[in-house]
């Protein structure tokens, strides 16, 4: 059948299905390559990380639920420090490979004032592999349990920097505004370099 002859709204629902599945694979592109959507005013550095200049970070939407753990939490309550969220399957290699940095970094910079948040999806079935994920390797800070995607396609204002990909990192600055996204993994030495500049904002 030409495509002339498919009804409108089933392009429509397959476009709607298709953008929502494009979160499910684990991305490795060492080049970030992925755009915001719409007017972003970012910049991609070779490095595959973008950012927003202070005076043009846009606030995310809300970004709260239920953790691994079953406690209330709300993104918006962490205002005033730096908060690293990270966007994460059990399932995904890449996510594995980037977990002992994102644990190790996160205990040393919390007397920094820096934050961090998970935000588990794809996990389909329960909790149990994310948590045994966290227990494997020490992660400390709570995660978002988001199976279905609806924190991360709710949470992100349209022609801001939004998670595209599995893994996606996403940090808010101290007035809880979008700053920077990698959507790639993270090793030590690259998770520092986007959190520091925004430790160092006064």
């Known amino acids: ?50 950012t927003v200049a202070k005076g043009e970070r846009q606030a995310p939407k809300k970004i709260a639920g239920e953790t691994l753990e079953g406690e209330r939490l709300d993104v918006a309550d962490l205002k005033g420090k730096v908060v690293v969220l990270n966007v994460w399957g059990s399932w995904c290699a890449p996510c594995r490979a980037e977990a002992p940095h994102f644990a190790k ?26 948590l045994s994920f966290e227990s494997e390797f020490g992660i400390g800070y709570p995660s978002l349990y988001d199976p279905v995607g609806k924190i991360i396609l709710n949470g992100f204002p349209k022609g801001s920097l ?17 700053a920077a996204r990698s959507l790639m993994a993270l090793d030590e030495t690259k998770l520092k370099s986007v959190i520091d500049p925004l430790v160092a904002e006064k």
């Open 1 to 50: 059948m030409s495509l002339s002859r498919v009804p409108r709204r089933t392009l429509l629902t397959a476009g709607v299905l298709a953008a929502a599945l494009a979160l499910t694979a684990c991305s490795s592109d060492s080049k970030g390559r992925s755009g915001g959507g719409g007017d972003t005013n970012f910049v991609t550095n070779t490095g595959g990380v973008s």
């Open 105 to 130: 970094v996160s205990k040393e910079y919390k007397a920094k004032g820096v934050e961090f948040v998970g935000i588990n999806t794809r996990d389909n079935d329960g909790k149990d592999k994310p």
């Open 162 to 178: 939004i998670p595209q990909a599995i893994p996606s990192t996403i940090v808010l600055d101290k007035d809880g505004k979008i």
